[in-house]
């Protein structure tokens, strides 16, 4: 269990939020990075809303721009 689990945790959240695609991405980019905070599995892991402001504070732009290309 880790970052990929945290990743896809977070999208089917998401989805089940029904949120946009570009807030599906953040978020599961953001709480996979979050959960590397602890050596746990999810000790880590803080709320979404949490998880999001974290994403924005070191900025994953970059990242999902390199994935989608």
Not at 28 to 53: F, H, P, R, W
């Amino acid at each position: 269990v880790g970052a990929g689990d945290a990743f896809a945790s977070a999208v089917l959240f998401a989805l089940h939020e029904n949120l946009e695609i570009d807030k599906i991405l953040k978020l599961g980019v953001s709480t996979a990075a979050v959960s590397l905070q602890d050596v746990s599995c999810s000790d880590g892991i803080v709320n979404y809303k949490e998880c999001l402001k974290i994403g924005n504070k070191y900025s994953y732009k970059k990242l999902i721009m390199d994935m989608i290309n």
